[in-house]
């Protein structure tokens, strides 16, 4: 049963430090996505990559945030330095896009953020 | 751009009792629709999805959803839940363009013994 893997499940950090979440995607899909989840806004598009080449992250602070794919069985999302506003449940998807064609999205089970 | 509202954001159910959520949507073109399901802790499932053809949608767990266009409504069923469905559901629509989701708010199922 594939799956998508995000590690760490859990983080707790204090305002100003690094921190890095990370995702596997299910094998052979060629599309990850990055969500957040907060009370107050929801589920929010981050950003997204295909190919590993970054589509889109116009939802993405960028002054802090970056997201990037070392390869096709890694993505990453790190926040420098981190706030207490990015406090959150960031979640990892992916999917597979053919020509022409909407691609389901699966996601992973989240990375619980706490910035103190 | 897309939209989606979810009107209701708790709903409580009796267990058997048959469960209705509504989502509404908003996009200029034939949409791509979603219903995902999120159980505490947990990520997010899908339940079913609606690209084109039958309007009636069968999806997993014994949900199932039906397009209306005229109305801009993706509403979700289920005819007999059982304690386990209490979770959240979100609706997403999706635009050709881009392939991104935009979610609503979610519902919040709870449901009764």
């Known amino acids: 049963d594939a799956r998508v893997t995000q590690t760490p499940r859990h983080k707790v950090t204090e305002m100003g430090q690094e921190v890095t979440m990370r995702c596997q995607p299910i094998?052979?899909?060629?599309?990850v996505f990055w969500y957040r989840q907060t009370m107050m806004q929801g589920l929010e598009l981050l950003a997204y990559f295909r190919n590993r080449a970054p589509l889109d992250d116009s939802g993405m602070p960028k002054d802090r945030f970056s997201a990037e794919m070392p390869d096709a069985t890694l993505a990453t999302l790190k926040i420098q330095p981190s706030e207490p506003r990015d406090s959150a449940v960031y979640f990892c998807a992916s999917g597979l896009t053919t020509s022409g064609g909407w691609e389901t999205q699966y996601f992973g089970p989240g990375t619980r953020l706490l910035v103190l | 751009a897309q939209s989606v509202t979810q009107p209701d954001i708790h709903i409580t159910v009796s267990e058997g009792a048959s469960l209705e959520l509504r989502c509404n949507y908003s996009?200029?073109?034939?949409?791509?629709l979603f219903w995902y399901v999120q159980s505490p802790g947990q990520g997010l499932q899908l339940l079913l999805k609606?690209?084109?053809?039958?309007?009636l949608v069968q999806g997993i767990k014994g949900f199932e959803a039906e397009f209306k266009r005229s109305q801009s409504s993706f509403n979700l069923r289920k005819p007999s839940v059982h304690w386990s469905d209490a979770a959240e559901y979100f609706c997403?629509?999706?635009?050709?363009?881009?392939?991104?989701?935009?979610f609503g708010g979610g519902t919040r199922v709870l449901v009764k013994p």
């Open positions: 997403a629509v999706g635009a050709a363009a881009g392939n991104k989701l935009t």
């Open positions: 996009y200029g073109a034939t949409p791509y």
């Open positions: 094998l052979g899909h060629n599309t």
């Open positions: 609606y690209f084109s053809g039958d309007t």
